[in-house]
């Protein structure tokens, strides 16, 4: 059954449709939303050997031109060089300010595409296809773009809303196990900040999500598909309510990420998936809330056991306190050096911008790398 979720932004508004089996419905979607008909597709060389031709046959039937672009897959391609290359790709497919630029792939596709379309003609229609768990849930939904550069991750970027999202559930039958895992993380992430309820549905269901997509049954499938749109939703909402992150509710979504990306930053990217390193982040921030925000430990404690139920690690052996707190204080959400936090008053309920206290956030951080 397919799942329509609204992402309500005034005159940026736009659906997340998803479902299984949605993929060949895409150049029909999208011939109902947007007027122009030349399409540049973006996807790296994983994706494009798996869902390439269908995306390319769904465009062209509902009268699409289609050129496809195809990066290197891994995060590396989130940089100048290849987003060079796709502005000479553009070009040479005649994308004028009707022209759309279409993302068939996980993050790092979804993020570099979407620069592309919000700076190629200071900015083009641009319509999500997440093929990752992490990009159904999180990327690909609320117009953050960009790229890497070399001192730094995401360092140049743009909002950018798309048009449309698509995400075909089918997408998991390829996708990596530790790729699901990853994005379970952020799953685990919406329910701790936002929705108790759907936090509970995890934990009861661990089964269902630890499974292989391609084992799971129809309800298994429903269920998972359920959480993906109440993920979606969640988003939706947030950023709705503060669309460039200007309030500090749009915040609350770093949850576990301040930590989290000091273990990516020191552990050299790559090592450690991001949503991994999220895991290991959101512990740290759910001991940080038991001792500042009054968090119960049984909360703490059912966090953890979550984590490990879906295969998610809870630590981050051998890593330094010292390169970790230097990453923290080089954060992009630091200020004046001084890292902040989402806390959790209860699970479903978070603060942001919280400052810790440096001997307890060490001694925190020193137990997790052991
Ligand atoms: N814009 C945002 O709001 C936002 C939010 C979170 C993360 N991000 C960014 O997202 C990126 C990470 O995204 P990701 O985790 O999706 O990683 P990714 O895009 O690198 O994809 C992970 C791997 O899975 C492969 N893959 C993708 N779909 C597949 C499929 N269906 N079958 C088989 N293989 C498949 C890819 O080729 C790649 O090797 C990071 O660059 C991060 O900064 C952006
Ligand atoms: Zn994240």
Redesign the pocket.
């Known amino acids: 059954m397919t799942q329509i979720v609204n992402v309500v932004l005034g005159s940026r508004s736009y659906a997340i449709h998803l479902g299984e089996g949605l993929l060949p419905q895409l150049g029909v979607l999208m011939a109902q939303v947007l007027r122009g008909r030349r399409v540049l597709l973006v996807t790296?060389?994983?994706?494009s050997a798996?869902?390439g031709e269908t995306v390319t046959v769904s465009l062209r039937g509902a009268g699409f031109a289609v050129s496809r672009s195809v990066v290197p897959?891994?995060?590396a391609s989130?940089c100048g060089e290849q987003l060079f290359a796709l502005y000479e790709a553009a070009k040479q497919a005649g994308l004028d300010r009707s022209g759309i630029v279409v993302a068939l792939?996980?993050?790092?596709?979804?993020?570099l595409a979407?620069y592309l379309a919000a700076s190629w003609l200071r900015g083009i229609a641009f319509v999500q296809v997440?093929?990752?768990?992490?990009?159904m849930v999180?990327?690909?939904?609320?117009g953050?773009?960009?790229i890497?550069l070399p001192s730094g991750?995401?360092l140049v970027g743009a909002f950018h809303q798309p048009a449309l999202v698509l995400a075909d559930l089918d997408?998991?039958?390829?996708?990596?196990p530790r790729?699901t895992r990853?994005?379970l993380a952020?799953v685990v992430k919406y329910g701790a900040i936002r929705d108790a309820q759907l936090f509970q549905t995890l934990e009861e269901h661990t089964a269902v999500f630890s499974r292989p997509w391609k084992d799971l049954d129809a309800a298994g499938r429903a269920l998972f598909g359920n959480v993906i749109a109440r993920c979606c939703a969640i988003k939706a909402e947030v950023v709705a309510g503060d669309e460039r992150e200007e309030s500090g509710l749009r915040a609350i979504l770093n949850f576990g990420h301040t930590l989290g990306h000091a273990i990516e930053n020191a552990s050299g990217y790559g090592r450690i998936?991001?949503?991994e390193a999220v895991a290991v982040g959101m512990v740290a921030a759910v001991r940080l809330s038991a001792r500042l925000t009054g968090l119960p430990e049984a909360d703490v404690a059912r966090l953890e056991k979550l984590l490990v139920a879906l295969g998610l690690p809870v630590r981050a052996p051998g890593l330094a306190w010292t390169d970790l707190r230097a990453a923290m204080k080089l954060d992009k959400k630091s200020e004046a050096g001084v890292p902040r936090f989402v806390l959790l008053k209860q699970l479903g309920e978070s603060l942001s911008g919280c400052a810790v206290p440096e001997d307890v956030l060490e001694a925190i951080a020193r137990d997790l790398g052991t």
């Open positions: 790296d060389n994983h994706v798996i869902l897959a891994g995060e989130k792939g996980g993050g790092v596709v979804g993020d979407g997440p093929t990752t768990l992490l990009a999180d990327s690909s939904v609320g953050k773009t960009g890497n991750k995401n997408a998991f039958t390829t996708l990596p790729e990853a994005g952020e998936l991001h949503g």
